[in-house]
């Protein structure tokens, strides 16, 4: 493919397993898709994507270039080798990072628009604390949402081991007290008192935390 290529719609090279890298100043005005591209090294710097991106198992993929511009969701499912995302990266549609085990860290100034997805295991045991997600931060066992009406924060716990005869004593305490999970400690919401508590949806269980 020649430099500066634009592509007027979807570009599929889903499986391309002999793909290395992809020209510089490459534009897709739709979808991007490399999923499977197992040769994959590297992204081109300025690569602009109008669509979703999507890099499921590109297992020679180790970083994604510093100026990515992308517009739909960004999927790094099995991504074995990547080891940094770029500071200050901007998804602004959701974000998932499953299966990732290479990845220590997420990136400063990180932006997500939507829901931020980290499933399976990886070595990110902290979120920085500038990171700003839209909707949610999804993680295996529970999830943070943000409710813009109230300004409250939700906690919803997957597998809850408080039995509920004992929930009710759990009001008016840190949430730290109750919970012990690493993503607490992000912006302090383990500090936070638990206002109530509610049943969800089956073995989920809702904390809602003061402002």
């Known amino acids: ?4 290529l634009t592509v ?5 090279l889903r499986g391309c397993t002999a793909l290395t890298e992809l020209p510089t100043g490459l534009t897709v005005d739709g979808l991007l898709d490399l999923n499977h591209c197992t040769a994959l090294i590297a992204l081109p710097d ?9 890099l499921r198992g590109c297992t020679s993929l180790t970083s994604l270039p510093k100026r990515l511009h992308a517009d739909g ?3 790094l499912n ?12 901007r998804v602004r549609g959701a974000l998932f990072i499953k299966g990732c ?12 628009s939507s829901h931020l997805y980290l499933r399976e295991p990886t070595t990110i045991t902290a979120l920085p604390d500038d990171i700003d997600v839209g909707l949610r931060i999804d993680l295996e066992s529970l999830f943070i949402d943000v409710i813009p009406q109230s300004g409250e924060t939700c906690i919803v716990v997957r597998d809850c081991g408080i039995p509920a005869t ?8 840190r949430l730290g007290d109750m919970i012990d999970h690493w993503v607490l400690s992000w912006n302090g919401i383990g500090e936070k008192i638990i206002t109530s508590i509610r049943d969800a949806n089956p073995g989920e269980v809702e904390f809602y935390l003061n402002s």
């Not at 300025?46 to 999507?54: I, K, M, N, Q, S």
């Not at 004992?166 to 305490?173: E, H, N, P």
């Open 166 to 173: 004992a929930r009710t004593l759990a009001v008016g305490r």
């Open 8 to 12: 007027d719609g979807d570009l599929n």
């Open 78 to 89: 099995r991504c074995t080798a990547l080891t940094t995302l770029p500071d200050g990266l």
């Open 73 to 75: 969701n960004l999927t």
């Open 101 to 112: 085990n290479a990845l220590a860290a997420l990136p400063k100034g990180l932006r997500v």
């Open 46 to 54: 300025g690569l602009r994507v109008g669509g979703a991106l999507e």
């Open 1 to 4: 493919m020649p430099e500066g």
